[in-house]
């Protein structure tokens, strides 16, 4: 919204200049802007009519530029709620990371302390196993995210059997025994330590 007295000081403005010191000279008033033997071009309706665009060309730069400011304004608040955002997943990513290192690391111990309890044949194949296991390429985390994103946009939908997922690329499986289920495997291995 323009200001009240905006007019008024332009008005003012106008009379100013087409109203300077006038100085009697040979029977009539010269002003500044007139050339020698010329009469006054400018009248005062002229002059306010003039004034009167350059005050709506003001006007309309000035909402223009309010526009573009408001506009630049909700864009970085975009980018701020972006960032806010990012920030929230880096940070979760962060402690999903040391979350799934600490339990590697407690995985580890495990395998540690349980493979000296196993057969010298079965040692050794765990301890190949579990090295396989270390051993993971940039090809099979890719497969393995596809296998993911696949599966969570299939539960998504909602829609069609879910994708059965494969067995692990590396070979997780020690030769010489056969693939079990999760809870099978749990109990296997519950009567090889008993």
Do not use: W
């Amino acid at each position: 919204m323009s200001h009240p007295l905006l007019p008024l000081t332009f008005l003012l403005y106008a009379l100013i200049l087409i109203s300077p010191p006038l100085v009697p000279h040979a029977g009539h008033l010269q002003t500044p802007h007139q050339a020698a033997g010329q009469p006054f071009k400018f009248t005062i309706p002229e002059s306010l009519d003039r004034i009167k665009e350059e005050f709506q060309f003001l006007q309309a730069q000035y909402h223009s530029l309010k526009l573009e400011c408001e506009k630049l304004a909700s864009e970085k608040t975009e980018m701020q709620r972006h960032y806010v955002m990012y920030y929230e997943m880096s940070y979760g990513l962060n402690i999903e990371m040391h979350k799934q290192t600490e339990i590697a690391k407690r995985l580890n111990t495990i395998c540690a302390q349980v493979i000296p309890f196993l057969s010298q044949e079965h040692q050794q194949q765990v301890a190949q196993a579990v090295e396989r296991a270390k051993q993971v390429t940039m090809a099979e985390l890719n497969a393995i995210i596809g296998q993911q994103q696949l599966q969570a946009q299939h539960l998504s939908h909602g829609h069609g059997p879910p994708v059965p997922l494969t067995p692990h690329p590396s070979g997780l499986q020690p030769p010489g025994i056969p693939p079990l289920g999760g809870s099978a495997s749990l109990l296997a291995l519950s009567s090889a330590l008993s």
